[in-house]
């Protein structure tokens, strides 16, 4: 990208910001986008198709920053927590600082576009987990083909994650964000999370 566009992309990143938070992204225009970023409505459609798709563009850039650090978990944890623990917290914290963009994309659940980019890039850290660690799926059906095995099982969780994710939002403050990761791992199946020793019931 020449230093151009990366300005420019740089007041998109800027503007979408700003009016998510200010109101439904449904209701943001191409105009208002271009105007608060300084830019032709021409040059906003070379970046994206709609601000929905925009503001999923952004944070799913933002998302892949925070899960690439993430990238190459082990298959097993070295104690009771599981190899998710601090992905799952890195996620959370990423919604919780876009609490109020994220709340004015639900109505009642999230947007398309954002819902697809949340969920692609949580399906594409798992799937990449499996493929690193193919042993620790579950056996597989005949009659699934191991591809398809592979993608329903990511599948499942890319979406029940999202899902929990929505509902967090819904419900309340976000503050405790160690309390919302522990639930959505309990609700995990437990051959993806790698324990070492069974985790103690409180």
Same mark, same amino acid.
């Given at each position: 990208?020449?230093?151009?566009? +990366?300005? =420019?992309?740089?007041?998109?990143?800027?503007?979408?910001? =700003?009016?998510?938070?200010?109101?439904?992204?449904?209701?943001?225009?191409? +105009?208002?986008?271009?105007?608060?970023?300084?830019?032709?409505?021409?040059?906003? &459609?070379?970046?994206?198709? =709609?601000?929905?798709?925009?503001?999923? *563009?952004?944070?799913?850039?933002?998302?892949?920053?925070?899960?690439?650090? !993430?990238? *190459?978990?082990?298959?097993?944890?070295?104690? =009771?927590?599981?190899?998710?623990?601090?992905?799952?917290?890195?996620?959370?914290? !990423?919604?919780?600082?876009?609490?109020?963009? &994220?709340?004015?994309?639900?109505?009642?659940?999230?947007?398309?576009?954002?819902?697809?980019?949340?969920?692609?890039?949580?399906?594409?850290?798992?799937? !990449?987990?499996?493929?690193? !660690?193919?042993?620790?799926?579950?056996p597989r059906e005949d009659g699934i083909t191991p591809e398809?095995?592979?993608?329903?099982?990511?599948? &499942? +969780?890319?979406?029940?994650?999202v899902a929990a994710i929505e509902e967090w939002l819904r419900?309340?403050?976000?503050?405790?964000?160690?309390?919302?990761?522990r639930t959505v791992i309990a609700a995990s199946p437990a051959?993806?999370?790698?324990?070492?020793?069974?985790?103690?019931?409180?």
């Open positions: 990208m020449d230093p151009r566009q +990366a300005r =420019t992309r740089s007041a998109l990143r800027d503007a979408i910001h =700003t009016l998510a938070a200010a109101k439904r992204i449904d209701q943001v225009t191409v +105009a208002e986008v271009s105007r608060v970023a300084g830019i032709t409505r021409d040059t906003f &459609y070379r970046h994206a198709a =709609t601000p929905v798709h925009l503001l999923a *563009d952004v944070l799913g850039e933002e998302l892949d920053e925070t899960l690439r650090a !993430h990238a *190459d978990l082990p298959a097993r944890s070295d104690s =009771t927590l599981s190899v998710f623990d601090e992905s799952e917290r890195d996620l959370l914290r !990423h919604v919780a600082e876009h609490a109020t963009i &994220y709340r004015n994309s639900m109505h009642p659940r999230l947007i398309g576009p954002l819902r697809d980019a949340l969920t692609e890039r949580i399906e594409q850290a798992l799937a !990449h987990h499996l493929d690193r !660690h193919p042993h620790i799926a579950p398809r095995h592979v993608r329903m099982l990511v599948a &499942y +969780a890319g979406a029940g994650t419900s309340g403050d976000l503050d405790d964000i160690d309390a919302a990761a051959w993806w999370l790698g324990r070492s020793r069974p985790r103690a019931r409180a």
